[in-house]
């Protein structure tokens, strides 16, 4: 399994503290059946540029790479960006992508979004080359009028949900319909720790199989698979 949303490199934001605790993330992640995990820390331009950004990461990730083993999942890294008016016009974003994608995982504001937010997306793609990947949408889902999440939608816009989203009652039942519907794309974590934000992305898929059965899953991960060559 792909988690596409984490927060497990070490002191980069408010998810793992210390490596320690990244190795402790990792390997709970492999216990639940992940090979493979987008490391996302949270980048904002008010208060970095993007070379500031990697030369952390870099060292996040140097903790890491000697303490790793063939039990550990694979580390791609990336960003999870949070959105801000101009990013469209930004000609460095492509270097926070996850892995060797064209992937960017996005951060949306909470609010309604304007036509001008909702364009700047479309031309993400349009003039980088980027495919945007917008982060955990169950949190805007009821801020935005349906035909947003359409025009998003039929224009290649990748949806990411996180696990919590298919355990919790009161949103399963929709996680499961926006699944089987094509509305959602990947599965995240987006982990802070083993205590108050932990990974489940275990018991998501789990629920996803019983439901939906094993090949779905599986055509899942071929999918997520199939995108890291983009």
């Not at 959105?83 to 064209?102: P, Q």
Request: hydrophobic share 40%; with cysteine; charged share 25%.
């Amino acid at each position: 399994m792909i988690d596409w949303h984490s927060h497990i490199l070490p002191a980069m934001d408010d998810g793992s503290r210390d490596p320690d605790e990244s190795i402790a993330m990792l390997r709970e992640l492999a216990r639940q059946g992940v090979d493979t995990v987008a490391a996302t820390p949270h980048f904002y331009a008010n208060d970095e540029s993007p070379t500031q950004f990697l030369a952390r990461r870099t060292r996040a990730l140097e903790q890491l790479y000697w303490r790793t083993d063939a039990t550990i999942p694979r580390i791609l890294p990336g960003a999870e960006v949070r959105y801000y008016a101009g990013i469209a016009s930004r000609d460095d974003l492509r270097s926070l992508c996850i892995g060797e994608t064209g992937l960017l995982l996005v951060e949306m504001p909470e609010i309604r979004w304007t036509t001008s937010t909702v364009q700047e997306l479309l031309e993400l793609s349009d003039i980088h080359g980027i495919f945007p990947v917008l982060a955990h949408i169950e949190r805007y889902l009821h801020l935005q009028h349906a035909d947003v999440w359409a025009q998003l939608l039929d224009s290649g816009i990748r949806m990411q949900v996180n696990a919590s989203y298919f355990l919790e009652w009161r949103t399963r039942r929709k996680a499961m319909s926006m699944l089987t519907e094509g509305s959602i794309h990947f599965l995240g974590s987006d982990c802070h720790n083993l205590t108050t934000r932990p990974p489940r992305i275990g018991e998501a898929y789990a629920r996803i199989a019983r439901k939906l059965g094993t090949e779905y899953v599986a055509q899942m991960d071929a999918y997520g698979r199939a995108m890291l060559t983009e």
